[in-house]
Structures are given as C-alpha cells and as structure tokens.
C-alpha cells in the first residue's frame, strides 16, 4: 500500500505544481527559469485580464523572424507596444528566457546572446506581466528591478510616466521595428520636442516641435513629467503642479476604450482609441492628432521626409515620394532619402544637354537648396541655364525669376502656387529615339540612314549590305587562316549593348599613345583618357592572353552594360576593332580604395564606414537585383575605386561568373587573389555568391583596421588578417586593432558590429556566412548581430 501510495503522491504533487504554475501564470506573473520560445504558435506570457500579452510575433506572418514584443491580445490585429530597442528580429527557434540576476535574456537559436533587459545584482523573485501593459521584474523585496515602462519603444500606455531626458523612437516603417528617423524627447529645460535622428551615430537633429513649456525665468514653471493618465488624456506637468493639455479636453469619447500614444513613422505623434466591446470585426483604432499640432505645417518644416524626397499631405499625413530619377535610399523608410540613380556631376561623365533632360513636376519646391538666382529671366532660358550647368539639378521659374538648386535637395514639398514651374533634370533612356541619346564626343561608325529611302530602294540596299558583310566576313576568316593568326573573332559571340562603339585610333587619340597609366591586372592595363572635355579610364586587355581576354571582354561588355547601381563603375563604351578589344570606363578622380586605405594618410572611420556600406550595397545589388546573378570572384582594395566624394564602386567584372535565373552555384577553375579567395576555391566544390562575402569579409576587415589582408613583420614571418581579427575581437582588444584610431574607438558600438559582421563573413563554412543584403542591414544597423564563432576553428588555436 506505501509503495503504491508513493506513485499516486507524486502524481498529485505533480498536479499540484502545474496547477500553482497556472495559477501564477493567470495572475500575469512569470517564475524565474521560464522561458518562451519563438514559433508560429507559441503560447505568450499573458495579464490577468488577458488584455496584453508578452512573447514573439512573426514579422510578417509567415516569415521565419519573430519580434519579442508586447501587444493587445485581444484586439484582432494584435497591435504591438513594446519591443526591445531597435527591434531585433530572431529566427525560428529563438528564446527569451527569464533568468535569476540577469533579466530577460533573448537569444538565438546556437544559445548567442541577442538582447538582454538588464544584468543586475539583485535576485529576481519573479516576472509580472501587468494589466497596464506593464512587464515587470520584481525583486526579493517586492520591488521592480526593471520595467518596459522604463523603457518604452514608440509607444506611451495609460499610466506611463516620461521624466526629464526620456524618449522613444519611431520605428523605420509599419513592418520595420529597427529604429527610425524620428524621436520624441523631454528636454532637460522641460520642453517637449519631436526632432529627427542621424541614422548613423544616434544623435539629435534640430526639433521641428517644441512644446513651449520652458521658463528660462522661473525653473518651477517649467515641465518635468509627461503623463499619459488612467482616464486616456496625455499632459505635461510643470514643476508648480499645472498641466499643459496635448490630449484636447472632450476629445475622447465616452465609454471603455483602449489607449496608446505612438510615435510613427512618419515622425508624428499620434495619440489612438479602440473601444473594448466593438461592435464589429471590422473595427479599427481611431486616432486624436497629438503633436505637432498643425499638420499642414509638417511638410514646411522640412523634417517629414529625407533629402531629394517630396512631402505632400494624404488623409492629414505626411507622403514621401521620390521624383522621377530618384529611388530611395532605404527601400524599408519610404520617408527617408532618396538617391539619385545617376551622379550629375562635372567630373563623372557629364555630357550637358546631350545626356540629360528636363521634366516638368507640377509645383514642387525644395525652399533650401538655392545656389543662384538669376532676375530677370525667362522660363526658356531658365530651363536652357540649369540644362548646361552640370551642378544644377532643379529650377524653378517664377514670373520674371528663376532659382537653380543643387543635390542634395532638402525640405522638399508640394506647393498649391500655380505660378511656380518646377524643372527636374533626369538621364536620358536609353530606349528613346536616338536623337534624344547622348551624342558621342568623337566620330562613330556611320549609321543607317536607309529609312530616309523609299521603301523599295531600301530592301535592295538592305540586300546588298548583308551580302556585303557575308562577303567581307569569309574574306576576313579566310586571311587570318592564310596569316597563321591565333587572334579569333568574336563577332560569333555578338555584343547585345546599344553603348557606344569606338574605333581603335580615337582612342588612341584619346588617351595620348596610351600615355598616361592608371594600373594594370591579368588580363589589361588601364589608361587615362580624355574623351571632349571629359576624362575617361580605357582599358586595354592583354593580347597575349588572347582567348580569356576575348571571354573577358565579352563577360565585361554584355554584363556591365545591364548593370546600373550608384556603387558600380559605369560602362561608357567599347572598342572591337580588329585584334583590338578595349572597355571605356567613367573616370575615379581619387584612384583605387588600396592606394587610400594603405597610404601615408589613411581615411576618417566615418570615411571608411561609409566606403564598406557602398560596397557592400554593391556586392547585393549583383547578386540579388540583377537579372542575372552576378559572383564577381575577386573582390579586393585595388578592384574599389572613389570617386571625387570618395564613394565606393566596384570596379573589374572581368573575372565575374555570370549564373542562369534560378542557379545559386557553379563549378568553375580557382579564381581571385590571394588573401581573398574564400575555402571552398580549394575543395573543388561547387561555389556560390558566398565566395563574394567571404571576400568582402577580408575587405571589412582591411577597411576596419588599415591593415593589409596578409602582414608580414620580416621576410619570413607574416600574420593572417583574419586571424588578427579574430583574436583581438576574442580578447576584446578592438582598439589595438583599430591601432587606438580615436574615432573609431569613440564609435566603439559600430566598431564592434563592423568587426562582428566581418567575422561573420568569414566563416569557413559557406553557409554560416550571410547573404550580402543582409550584410546591409547588419552595417546599417536595420537588424542586431549576434556573437560570430570562430571562423576556422581547425586552424586558428586561440578558438
């Protein structure tokens, strides 16, 4: 009877802590040791009433990222109004874990710590997820260690308190949680202010809202709090006890209602309410503008949208558009900059009016970006001015008055006055009738003028063209058989570009007897140029190498000339004139990325940040964004050319392996340089875009720390970048790394995440290392990077 009582105990003990647990958990409280793990289904930490719940959503619904956040579970949309800061995204299998004197800690599934809430000495009695939307740890003396109150994301609940130097941030878009361009504050002199963020370091801009509750006379009458209170109505309070009202007085219907004031994307405050017994499914949340207060002046305050970007108010809300011509510059923040698709700059391939055009906007207006005035003057001649002028990229025109503007363009807007012309100078397609392409500088081959025939006469002339060309083409074939010659054409293998066709001799010309050399690499030497006014880089292949020079050339022409991005060299012509097979290139006034990095005067960290970001976004438009997947296969310093802004582009296709839609990897012979090329060159398994982001990594690192790939101290000792890298990040000494770079040390929060990235890149197993659109996101600062392992634990012993 004892031994069988003993079972039967445990049972009901058993019982009895699971019924204890629930109990807890229904009360909103969480023990220490429980844990939540990111799946599609996974049951959340809920309140009491059940109105908010704590756990991972899946963003977006059905995608493999979950978000830890806090969100009203009983509205149907699931409305989020927490999450940790800068929403880092975790895959499947992810957990958050609530763990005695360290918090809440999420991490991912290899056990890497994400993000934690707060290490403290203190022990934790427990988790409390509260009716207010309040989580809390509440510690041994049953008061909170910490609380997501303390430590809001963009959202205020009812009840939540603000003190002097609190704030939240937006987010960068509805579906992207990193942090955005705006943020709510409550200023040490005890004005409330909305002002923007640089997206790069954190800091501050200029307020484009203040709430007037300062008193440089009388600190007491100034704000301290801001108080979202238990009835729905948001306040500022002075120090001598008054309010200053943001939520109107009546404003707020009667009844019960949910409440939440969120900072949104597009840098309003907006204060919102759901009722809690709907009376239909199809119920959405009402909102209450909040601050700033006047919405047809948020486009004139300049901060609603990002630079070259147009503002104009849609349903009383901020809308940013790019003109034509622009495409943004983060495709997550419809608000933020746009880029310009093409640079209208005097040193980079500028033709004037041959290469670009005017277009009429309607009446758009960027108020701060003048550079001259000119009175008085017609729309014509207004128009013609900015057309000729390579630094005018608007103008407008008014009555007798014309305004010539240059990029970046700021505060951008629409505007009601019919009297304003807005002019857009925009690149000429290259799919419009040829009188609207740019006209080449030098001499071409003649072109068709049969269409100015009669019909009749130009079938015969057609005719007897081609047989012509049959004639001349067997003649030639057969005279090269005749000579001996190695040199085979590749007129088998046709040039499909409309870029412009050069003859050896201008180019000649062109280049002074190739006089003035620029670089040299396997297969070419590259020469300066200087086609009309504007200097070019020709680039003339080897012909002792004749059949890879003949595919080279063929690879380069057929796939840069498909290629359009900001952060690769651009194409502007070719030469194949009979064993003569030269690529004309745009012209990099500060030379290759190797010559700045290891000079005398190495470049800035800010500098150095924003060259590996462009190359990067370079290296993700080849292998995503193009219509054929692009491996480039030799990524280093000596193929990354600056521009006059000392911008990034990516520069020597010649050894990339074009890949069919829908093909991720190839067999194909070792190719790069040594120091670059990632493992799986050696093991004669197939490769992918991998082996690009493994050299990119190498790169990073080189960017990171000016250092070369391979070191040597003497002549017979030499040390491995990457495994440097790896054991100052290991014993975290970046700073001996970054060789005590002050910069870059006071960015120590971006220095970590560089280095991080770059040994994530590294990896030797191809498929540890991210794609390198989510390099991007990474450098950027869209998504958190978690702790690399050791690249290549078999070979590097402090592992």
Not at 244 to 256: K, N, V, W
Not at 429 to 437: E, H, K, V
Not at 521 to 537: D, M, Q, S
Not at 605 to 634: F, K, P, T
Request: include cysteine; proline fraction near 6%.
């Amino acid at each position: 009877m004892a031994s069988a009582a003993i079972p039967l105990f445990l049972c009901f003990l058993t019982t009895f802590v699971h019924c204890v647990a629930a109990q807890q958990t229904n009360n909103g409280s969480v023990s220490v040791g429980a844990s939540l793990t990111a799946a599609p289904d996974a049951k959340p930490w809920l309140s009491r009433s059940g109105e908010f719940a704590f756990g991972f959503q899946q963003q977006p619904q059905g995608n493999d990222s979950f978000l830890l956040s806090i969100w009203y579970d009983k509205i149907p949309d699931r409305t989020i109004v927490w999450y940790p800061k800068d929403g880092p995204m975790v895959p499947r299998g992810s957990k958050a874990e609530l763990i005695n004197r360290r918090g809440l800690v999420l991490s991912d599934p290899q056990g890497i710590e994400v993000w934690t809430s707060a290490s403290s000495s203190n022990d934790i009695a427990y988790g409390l997820m509260n009716d207010t939307g309040n989580f809390q740890l509440v510690g041994s003396n049953s008061s909170p260690i910490w609380e997501s109150f303390d430590h809001p994301a963009d959202t205020m609940l009812p009840t939540q308190i603000m003190g002097i130097d609190g704030e939240i941030n937006s987010k960068m878009s509805q579906t992207n949680f990193s942090g955005g361009r705006f943020q709510l504050r409550l200023i040490r002199d005890g004005n409330l202010v909305l002002n923007t963020i640089d997206m790069f370091t954190g800091s501050a801009g200029d307020a484009y809202y203040a709430s007037g509750t300062n008193d440089a006379s009388n600190s007491t009458n100034s704000g301290y709090q801001l108080i979202f209170d238990v009835t729905g109505y948001l306040y500022i309070l002075r120090g001598n006890g008054q309010r200053f009202d943001l939520t109107t007085r009546g404003s707020l219907p009667s009844g019960d209602y949910y409440h939440r004031a969120t900072l949104d994307s597009d840098g309003i405050f907006t204060q919102y309410y759901y009722p809690k017994n709907p009376s239909s499914p199809n119920t959405s949340w009402e909102d209450i503008k909040i601050v700033p207060p006047n919405f047809d002046n948020i486009c004139d305050s300049g901060k609603a949208c990002g630079l070259n970007n147009i503002c104009s108010l849609e349903d009383n809300r901020p809308k940013c558009e790019c003109p034509q011509g622009f495409s943004l510059y983060d495709i997550n923040s419809p608000n933020g900059d746009c880029a310009p698709d093409f640079s209208p700059s005097c040193d980079q391939g500028y033709y004037g009016e041959e290469q670009f055009e005017l277009i009429e906007l309607g009446n758009v207006n960027w108020p701060g970006s003048d550079y001259v005035h000119l009175n008085p003057i017609n729309e014509q001649d207004c128009k013609t001015s900015c057309l000729k002028d390579c630094f005018c990229a608007v103008a407008l025109h008014r009555d007798i008055n014309c305004w010539k503007k240059k990029l970046p363009l700021s505060a951008g807007r629409k505007v009601p006055s019919d009297a304003i012309k807005t002019f857009f100078k925009v690149r000429k397609t290259s799919d419009r009738p040829s009188g609207n392409s740019p006209t080449p500088v030098l001499s071409r081959e003649s072109k068709n003028r049969a269409s100015l025939i009669l019909v009749g006469a130009a079938l015969c002339v057609v005719i007897i063209v081609l047989i012509v060309v049959i004639c001349v083409g067997f003649f030639r074939v057969y005279n090269q058989k005749a000579r001996n010659q190695p040199y085979q054409s590749i007129s088998d293998e046709a040039i499909e570009t409309t870029l412009p066709r050069f003859k050896y001799q201008e180019l000649v010309n062109a280049t002074d007897g190739f006089n003035d050399e620029l670089g040299q690499g396997a297969f070419g030497v590259v020469y300066k140029g200087l086609i009309g006014t504007k200097p070019v880089a020709v680039k003339k292949l080897h012909p002792v190498v004749q059949n890879n020079a003949q595919k080279e050339f063929k690879t380069e022409v057929n796939t840069i000339a498909r290629t359009h991005h900001k952060n690769l060299v651009q194409l502007l012509g070719y030469c194949d004139d009979g064993e003569q097979r030269l690529l004309i290139y745009e012209y990099m006034s500060n030379g290759t990325l190797a010559f700045y990095l290891f000079g005398d005067r190495p470049p800035s960290w800010n500098q150095r940040s924003n060259i590996a970001v462009g190359i990067a976004r370079g290296l993700s438009y080849l292998h995503e964004e193009c219509s054929a997947q692009i491996i480039h296969c030799d990524i280093k310093p000596q193929n990354i050319l600056l521009d006059d802004c000392y911008n990034a582009k990516i520069a020597d296709f010649g050894l990339a392996k074009l890949l069919k839609i829908n093909q991720s990897r190839t067999h194909t012979g070792i190719r790069g340089t040594k120091g670059y090329v990632a493992p799986e060159w050696f093991r004669n398994t197939p490769v992918s875009v991998k082996v690009d982001v493994y050299s990119f990594g190498v790169l990073l690192l080189e960017i990171i720390s000016c250092r070369r790939s391979v070191i040597f101290e003497s002549d017979n000792e030499f040390e491995i970048l990457t495994d440097l890298a790896w054991d100052f990040y290991h014993e975290g000494r970046l700073d001996a790394f970054v060789k005590n770079d002050m910069e870059a040390t006071n960015d120590y929060k971006k220095l970590g995440t560089f280095v991080m990235v770059g040994l994530w890149c590294i990896q030797e197993n191809p498929s540890l290392r991210p794609t390198m659109k989510k390099v991007v996101q990474m450098l950027e600062g869209e998504c958190g990077v978690t702790e690399p392992p050791c690249p290549s634990p078999l070979f590097v012993t402090s592992c």
